[in-house]
């Protein structure tokens, strides 16, 4: 499920502003800067050679002191390289402060007194425990459900919640225990909202609380889905006899609308046709026949009468 449709109304919950959004850091080419830092490392052992060839101890000491500078920059300056996988990014921080994220991949250069935390981009599966709840009708039911997400914002990410990671599992699990608390297994009312009855649009209620409860983490949902819903052990067989008892009762429904078109449709054919004309005891006894017929639930044993249609 793409993002979900803000027009769905959910009780979601209100979470704080974030106080830091995403942005690009400065970054430059790493192939430069890698040349150039390590043409700066062979100047500077250059220089040390060239110190042993002179002879002035004064003019000696600022060639190892020029060639040691040199080198130690260079080497200081190619720290600032970094190597961004597809699917990562990297958060920039100057002395605490969040100075942008690298997202291009390659080789890339910031400054070198930054620190960079890696963070992922890739899509991932979150598949919560099969939970044990009750439902609104306070039934006990067991469901699990899988979040598909990721990284929007990195910076909201690194700085708004301790561990993101962490924060989208107990999210998730808080959204699921929330959503099957306010809806029955199996509605009593025909126009009801049930877990079992109305995937589509309890998972899609699922996804907006899940996405009003993550943002603050720069966590996009993209699919969330029930992957386990079943009545808890200690009352599945019973409810299972009610299921099994609303089945029947709805057959015995169908059967007894159908044989009531069948045997209204005998009688009138036999007027129609003028075949027998029938008293009104006599087409109440073969209608209780027909019913009789065609609602049992075994084959009907006839009864021959070799006597007059009264006797």
Known sequence: MSTPDTQVTADVPEMPAPRVREVTAQSIGGGLALLL???????????????????????????IVTGVL?????????????????????????????????????????????SRTRI???VRNHETAVLKVNDAYGNPIELAAVVVWRVEDTAQATFEVDDYIE????????????????YPYDAHDENGLSLRGNAEEITEKLAVELHARVEAA?????E??????????EIASAMLQRQQAGAVVAARKQIVEGAVGMVESALARIQEQDIVELDPERKAAMVSNLMVVLCGDRSAQPVLNTGTLYQ
Request: charged share 15%; glycine share 12%; hydrophobic share 50%.
């Open 218 to 222: 720069g966590v996009q949902i993209i």
């Open 120 to 122: 992922s981009t890739r």
């Open 224 to 233: 969330s889905r029930f992957t386990h819903l079943a009545y808890a052990p």
């Open 37 to 63: 830092g390590l043409l700066g490392i062979a100047i500077g052992a250059a220089v040390l050679a060239a110190s042993g060839l002179v002879d002035g101890a004064g003019v000696k000491a600022a060639l």
């Open 167 to 182: 924060f989208v599992s107990t999210q998730t699990e808080a959204a699921v225990r929330h959503i099957a608390i306010e």
């Open 70 to 114: 040199v080198g130690v920059l260079s080497f200081v300056a190619m720290c600032g390289l970094n190597m961004v996988a597809p699917g990562e990014a990297r958060v920039v921080q100057l002395f605490g402060r969040y100075r942008g994220t690298i997202r291009q991949d390659g080789l890339r250069w910031v400054n070198p007194l930054t």
